[in-house]
């Protein structure tokens, strides 16, 4: 893809954003930020920008999109609870990595999610990327989920959720998003380097 086009479709996308695509980048932006950062802030500025996108996304027929942004509130509220209520003796949640049986499960999440999506969106939607919709909502309940719980993995998911998120959002007409989505790519990175560092600590 010429980076002329990207350019070009960058500042097309500045010019049909809208001030509530902005008020959600802006919140996105800063839930990935403050998550890198293990700060309870992740929480709030997060269902912030949840919320707008469930709008959003309904505006644009992502349907599965709109569901992943319901699962994310929802999701932000358990998490905000779990980050504030450590186990007993324990200052803070620590940062810890997933287990064999934490794998398995979280790819459950992740294969039973899609397929579910999938099947929905293809035959009661008039979704027309119901495969590429169900696959980044699937790899996001799993990255939001084991944010929630403080898991290194969590970063992996969320960095495969973004690099898919980029060209499906490009494609639908959201550049601006797209371009947060490639932002969050790199935030993404960031995060697991330091989430890494954080569970040496722990251990």
């Known amino acids: 893809m010429e980076l002329q086009y990207l350019l070009d479709g960058l500042a ?6 809208t001030w509530l695509e902005a008020f959600a980048v802006f919140f996105g932006i800063a839930s990935v930020f403050y998550s890198m ?10 269902i912030i920008s949840t919320l707008i996108y469930v709008w959003i996304c309904l505006q644009y027929k992502l349907y599965a999109d709109m569901g992943i942004n319901a699962y994310y509130f929802a999701m932000s509220i358990f998490g905000w609870y779990v980050w504030t209520h450590p186990k007993e003796g324990k ?11 934490g794998w398995a499960v979280s790819i459950g999440i992740f294969a039973v999610s899609y397929f579910i999506l999938s099947y929905v969106l293809v035959n ?9 919709d169900s696959f980044t909502t699937a790899s996001a309940f799993v990255g939001m989920w084991l944010m ?3 898991k290194v993995e969590n970063w992996i998911f969320w960095i495969i959720t ?3 998120a980029v060209p499906l959002y490009f494609y639908k007409g959201l550049v601006l998003t797209s371009f ?6 790199i ?3 960031m995060g697991l380097f330091a989430w890494i560092k954080s569970s040496r600590k722990n251990a």
Do not use: C, R
């Not at 009661?124 to 590429?132: G, L, M």
């Open 187 to 189: 935030l993404a990175i």
């Open 180 to 185: 947060q989505y490639l932002f969050f790519t």
């Open 124 to 132: 009661f939607t008039d979704s027309d990327v119901p495969y590429w």
């Open 12 to 17: 097309e996308g500045l010019q049909n954003m």
């Open 148 to 150: 929630a719980k403080k």
């Open 162 to 164: 973004d690099l898919v």
């Open 91 to 101: 200052a803070e949640l620590p940062v810890t990595w997933l287990k064999a049986s």
């Open 37 to 46: 950062k293990e700060h309870i802030w992740v929480y709030p500025t997060g």
